[in-house]
């Protein structure tokens, strides 16, 4: 069915993204928001909003009841649940449709199978996708977690089935270590999640971690080619480019082959994310899970490719067929994101949300600033640090960066700490400009620039 309004059941930079993108298809928009925010930027630019609660997000963003009645009272016909909150919620999306809307993402069906990261692993495994070494699907008792640790060894990481952000994860030097972090990891998993199975994998100790973008209509799937997510703090992505710097052309073409048969044994729908980590020493890489649901990271993409993604997911959630061959689809240049988010980096990153008193949004040629910062607007403490995400692109990865430096220095936003300041002294690091990076890269260097990150702080960013 072809949409005529659609309800964003999300905040933030994301929001204000989709009713871009859906304006841009002459489709009318319904912004849900907390009473916390009231001021956002995305609901005055929304053509309807709806109060749908408190600030605590179980009793607004995640409350779905109230999210389908804002959608009723106002006659939207379909709902898109951004990233986060409700995104990867086989439930919701099973009630949105029960209701009679168009659920703008994958099936409640395909969230259950790729949503939950010991079920997705073997329907990789099935699909011919190589895994890491680790447990066939969840573990059910120890006597089972003792047995696959003996027969993979250590170190291994204990991981979540469910949700995602990095939470839920351990990794265990020695089968001592490892019964207690099996413990820590599932109670965290339940408390973050309300599910508290495990899975565990071997670990890769200079991994990658390499993603792929998929686009399917539920018949045939693409891909947009793939992004490096490997600059992490606390397995949480702060600095993501595309195409990856230093992946060999062969590993490239058999990454990206992988996803698109995956994303076609599912009979995926949308637009989705497969997740690999990438060995430089063996040259293999390895799956390890598929986020079902739009990329915090998804610029780099569109900057490289010059394909509008969040458009193509409610086309597609509208009833229409991929609009794009695999063939259409060409990357070029290079292009960077980063996350600045309320946070002080020189102070172990404690978030600090306030009134923006002056912004500045840097500009010129290939330059992006996806945000939901206006002058005057108080960031609410009671949601994600995110305040927004510089993307830049150029013709060379070098070009990207220098332009990036000069994106930063024009950024400017007063009246809170952000973490603009690590980006400028990480866009200088040699080992970033070389690409020599991986997942436990970035803390080693966190500690040692400690020092140089406090003398940088000034009174504000």
């Known amino acids: ?134 447990s066939d699907g969840r573990i059910d008792s120890p006597e089972e977690a003792r047995a696959v640790a003996a027969r993979i060894g250590f170190p291994l990481m204990i991981k979540a089935a469910a949700g995602g952000g990095g939470r839920g994860i351990r990794i265990a030097a020695d089968p001592e270590e490892f019964e207690t972090l099996m413990a820590q990891a599932s109670a965290e998993a339940k408390a973050a999640f309300g599910d508290g199975g495990l899975y565990v994998e071997k670990v890769i100790e200079r991994a990658r971690h390499i993603e792929v973008q998929v686009l399917a209509d539920g018949e045939d799937a693409i891909h947009c080619y793939e992004r490096e997510c490997s600059l992490q703090r606390r397995r949480q992505k702060v600095w993501e480019e595309a195409p990856a710097a230093t992946l060999p052309a062969s590993v490239r073409e058999r990454l990206c082959a992988s996803a698109v048969a995956l994303a076609r044994a599912v009979k995926y729908r949308g637009a989705g994310t497969i997740e690999y980590l990438y060995d430089d020493a063996s040259g293999e890489f390895y799956f390890i899970e598929m986020n079902t649901r739009i990329q915090v990271e998804h610029p780099v993409t569109e900057m490289i490719t010059g394909i509008d993604l969040v458009r193509e997911m409610i086309r597609i959630a509208g009833g229409a067929r991929l609009a794009y061959r695999q063939s259409d689809v060409v990357a070029k240049g290079a292009a960077i994101e980063v996350r600045i988010n309320a946070e002080d980096p020189a102070k172990s990153f404690q978030p600090g949300p306030g009134m923006i008193t002056a912004l500045t949004v840097p500009g010129g040629a290939g330059t992006r600033f996806d945000t939901m910062l206006y002058q005057g607007y108080t960031v609410p403490p009671f949601y994600d640090s995110l305040l927004g995400k510089l993307i830049v692109w150029d013709e060379t990865r070098h070009g990207a960066i220098e332009r990036l430096k000069r994106a930063l220095g024009e950024l400017e936003v007063k009246g809170l700490k952000t973490t603009k300041p690590l980006f400028a002294r990480l866009a200088d690091d040699p080992d970033v400009r070389a690409g020599n990076v991986h997942t436990r890269w970035l803390e080693p260097w966190l500690e040692h620039h400690q020092q140089e990150l406090q003398e940088q702080e000034g009174t504000g960013s």
């Open 1 to 134: 069915m072809a949409i005529r309004k659609l309800l964003v059941a999300n905040r933030g930079e994301i929001a204000v993204r989709i009713i871009r993108a859906a304006r841009e298809l002459g489709i009318a928009t319904v912004q849900v928001y907390s009473a916390a925010d009231k001021d956002m930027l995305a609901v005055k630019m929304a053509d309807e909003a709806v109060n749908i609660g408190p600030p605590h997000a179980a009793k607004s963003y995640l409350n779905i009841e109230a999210i389908l009645k804002a959608a009723a009272d106002t006659g939207a016909d379909a709902i898109h649940p951004g990233y986060g909150f409700l995104a990867e919620n086989a439930g919701f999306a099973d009630a949105v449709e029960a209701a009679g809307l168009v659920f703008v993402g994958p099936t409640g069906d395909q969230i259950r199978t790729m949503g939950d990261k010991a079920m997705a692993r073997m329907a990789a495994i099935a699909a011919g996708v190589p895994c890491v070494p680790g």
